[in-house]
């Protein structure tokens, strides 16, 4: 670029150089002109073979010069047509570092685009294939706190029956008088006593009796229930076959199954239909 400058600068001066020496060439053939015709107008005393002679070395110089005007007029215009050729090969190139820088620009601009598209579709698959993860994982968790509840309601009704089962020896009672601080061998003696009375041929005694008990806390206002575990079921069966006589006793007495809380609670249910 320096040197492209240097160049039409160093046409510039030569261009300029060239009509300052033609703009003189043309000055002084005026001059010699006029100062010859002011030698004519002084001199016209001398002969006319003189005359002739002078006219004519004056034509030849006058045709000198024209030539000389000519190839001076040829050379401004050939370096005029050079200076043009070369600012338009300057213009071009400049247009063409430009148009490659920003080239390279957009291809940099778009590499960086195409980068992120990878990278933002790399990212959505990952995204994707979490989100599958997280789904199975939720079905999975699903399925397996159906399965546990499942599995719990299952062990919880296991456990009932299990309870029930070992309470198939027992016998609920209510009715029988009640005192605080009764023992259970009081108690034991006062359900011989109260069912050996009201049920005819059971002789009851302590050796068909596991072990009975009063449940909860002892109150003036209402006895407590017992508890009877008999060591025959043969003599339980008597006992709960004879539960409707007891009911309608003047102090009835009330023989139930010794039922699971859960049991208990489905019989109440059903009793209330």
Do not use: W
């Not at 320096?2 to 053939?29: E, F, L, P, Q, W």
């Not at 005026?30 to 002078?54: G, L």
């Not at 979490?130 to 299952?154: A, D, F, V």
């Amino acid at each position: 670029m320096d040197k492209d400058n240097s160049t039409i600068k160093g046409g510039d001066k030569r261009t300029r150089s060239v009509i300052s020496s033609v703009s003189d060439a043309d000055t002084s053939v005026s001059e010699k002109k006029n100062i010859k015709q002011k030698k004519k107008k002084q001199k016209n005393q001398q002969s006319d073979t003189q005359d002739d002679s002078q006219d004519e070395q004056e034509i030849n110089i006058a045709s000198e010069i024209h030539s000389i005007n000519q190839k001076l007029n040829n050379m401004l215009t050939k370096d005029s047509s050079n200076l043009k050729e070369l600012i338009k090969d300057v213009v071009l190139q400049l247009k063409e570092e430009m148009l490659g820088s920003l080239v390279i620009r957009i291809e940099k601009v778009e590499s960086e685009l195409f980068d992120k598209e990878l990278e933002n579709g790399k990212l959505a698959k990952e995204i994707e294939t979490l989100g599958k993860s997280l789904n199975e994982q939720k079905n999975e968790n699903e399925r397996l706190q159906k399965q546990i509840k499942t599995q719990s309601e299952n062990n919880e009704i296991k456990m009932n029956d299990l309870e029930q089962y070992s309470r198939s020896s027992n016998i609920k009672i209510e009715g029988i008088s009640d005192k605080e601080n009764e023992n259970i061998n009081e108690t034991a003696e006062k359900v011989i006593n109260a069912l050996n009375k009201n049920i005819p041929d059971l002789n009851l005694t302590k050796n068909d009796i596991d072990i009975t008990h009063r449940i909860g806390i002892f109150s003036k206002e209402k006895d407590r229930s017992i508890v009877l575990k008999m060591v025959s079921r043969m003599k339980r069966s008597c006992i709960m076959q004879k539960a409707k006589h007891l009911r309608k006793l003047n102090s009835p007495i009330y023989v139930n199954d010794h039922l699971t809380k859960f049991n208990a609670h489905v019989f109440a249910c059903v009793r209330k239909k």
